[in-house]
């Protein structure tokens, strides 16, 4: 299967490079700029992509690769940074621009015969760089500009090396997605083989080959990753496959018995029910700090595990629903971009365990695991339910976790979700939910002075949960939730609206 390796260089929009690369079926997987050249090699990758990155080339501590990548005889592209650092390593030149360019430009068509065929003259391309190349190193042409940046696009088309100023990854480059179609299709030549047919037989024999005769167990959070995670290790070991769904107390008001009946009815799993919300919230005492929730959480769950797999008997492997975007927030070393938080089960899991691992989805994006369920079966209502976090509610209550505290956000949350779906809104959002913040805030109920706890709403919209935007909820909508809460939930007196989208901020609060 042809595969393609982006190497981050910092840029926020490195995972869209691999996102849309995938989604014209071709495989890509990110790698820091840290990595070295032989690991690269040994990927045996069919074209390179360099991401941007926010450094300058001659910055102290610039992001750097060895020059040798561009003597692999595979086709590289380098995206703003990634040009100027081809640049920069070949013999070129690369200056500070005047003024940083962020936003859009127009780009002028030198030459249409390499990376820029069938693109339209003056189409609109997204520009953010405070570098720009001043001359282009020995063999390239320059084949596009803008206004303000000279060497928009250039190409060595022998050696099939070729750079972009601009960000043809974004949707405000109108015409990127034929860019990207060029360099893999016309260029690299080629073949769009990544189905999510195919990624589930590969991934069938690879477990089949990892457990051999050992038993698996597999941790159900009651979102889609992990129901994908337990389908495709049951079609590989069968009912040597365990399922484990556990009653953290952090989960959303009548949930747990919901998808338990849902787990063995509507999808005849083999699932171990626990009721373990008393654990979860003793631990969680007295804790403030986000981290050591989710390190708690994440430990916690590892433990029970531990303990029915030891009922169980003869259990080697853990199954676990990570993602990719689960890895990427997570993982320090990745690039020089910094770690966001780290996802309970990837940097909250216990630096020692009995089982080995088994995480099928790990490569994947959240909009690839949701086309992954629909081949496996899995009906659409649950395959476009909201993200729910691993640590549930924990994140969502800032501050220490408590019963009360919980009872308060389950009931908030509840309401919210009722309107949402009554505004037939919900599937027209990536999630929905509250926020119960650590502060309280003077009140009027009933002429009486209150002096009670502030919810946050937060709606968003997103296609994989890396970048979202707000949703501008009609005011009456709003009014309703509000109206409700304060009403029908006893401790909260104010609720307010969370106009943040991601990046600055994270979807999460914590």
């Given at each position: ?134 001359k282009v190193p ?21 050696k099939k090396l ?270 929905a939910f509250v ?76």
């Amino acid at each position: 299967m042809p595969k393609v390796v982006v190497l981050d260089f910092g840029s926020q929009y490195t995972q869209l490079i691999a996102r849309k690369v995938r989604e014209m079926g071709v495989f890509s997987e990110i790698f820091p700029f840290s990595i070295r050249l032989s690991r690269v090699k040994k990927e045996n990758p069919d074209a390179i992509i360099l991401s941007g990155g926010p450094q300058s080339v001659y910055g102290k501590n610039a992001p750097r690769f060895p020059r040798d990548v561009f003597e692999m005889g595979v086709p590289v592209l380098g995206v703003c940074y990634g040009l100027q650092l081809m640049s920069h390593l070949l013999g070129g030149k690369v200056v500070p621009t005047e003024k940083r360019e962020y936003g859009f430009a127009s780009l002028k068509i030198k030459d249409s015969k390499g990376l820029l065929s069938g693109i339209k003259d003056d189409s609109q391309v997204w520009m953010s760089h405070g570098d720009r190349v001043e001359k282009v190193p020995p063999g390239f042409v320059v084949t596009g500009g803008t206004a303000h940046c000279a060497v928009a696009v250039m190409e060595e088309r022998e050696k099939k090396l070729f750079g972009v100023q601009f960000h043809p990854e974004v949707v405000h480059t109108e015409q990127g997605k034929k860019i990207l179609s060029n360099f893999l299709f016309s260029i690299a030549e080629l073949k769009p083989a990544w189905k999510m047919g195919s990624f589930i037989e590969r991934k069938v024999e690879e477990i089949q080959q990892e457990v051999g005769k050992e038993k698996v167990v597999c941790g159900l959070s009651g979102g889609v990753d992990s129901l994908v995670t337990s389908l495709i290790v049951q079609k590989a070991i069968s009912n040597r496959l365990f399922c484990i769904f556990v009653d953290n107390g952090l989960l959303r008001k009548g949930q747990y018995r919901e998808l338990m009946e849902k787990f063995r009815k509507k999808l005849a799993l083999n699932v171990v029910g626990v009721d373990a919300s008393r654990r979860f919230l003793e631990a969680l005492s007295g804790v403030s700090f986000p981290e050591r929730k989710r390190k708690i959480i994440g430990r916690t769950f590892i433990r029970i595990f531990e303990e029915e797999a030891a009922k169980i008997g003869d259990v080697g492997f853990l199954a676990q629903g990570t993602i990719y975007p689960d890895v990427i927030e997570s993982n320090p070393v990745r690039g020089p971009s910094d770690s966001i938080k780290s996802h309970h089960n990837v940097g909250g899991l216990p630096s020692r365990m009995k089982f080995k691992l088994i995480e099928p989805l790990r490569e994947l994006f959240k909009d690839e695991v949701r086309a992954l369920a629909g081949e496996l079966g899995v009906d659409r209502d649950f395959i476009l339910q909201h993200p729910f976090p691993g640590p549930g509610l924990a994140v969502r209550i800032v501050g220490e976790v408590t019963p009360d505290r919980v009872r308060l956000l389950q009931e908030a949350d509840a309401i919210l979700i009722d309107e949402i779906k009554k505004a037939r809104l919900y599937h027209r959002l990536w999630q929905a939910f509250v926020v119960l913040l650590p502060v309280k805030a003077v009140g009027v109920m009933g002429d009486r002075r209150t002096y009670q706890s502030v919810v946050v709403i937060r709606l968003v919209q997103s296609v994989d949960g890396m970048t979202a935007d707000w949703f501008p909820a009609d005011s009456k909508l709003l009014s309703r939730v509000s109206n409700r809460i304060v009403n029908e939930v006893d401790g909260v007196n104010r609720v307010v609206y969370d106009i943040t989208s991601k990046p600055p901020g994270t979807i999460e609060w914590e």
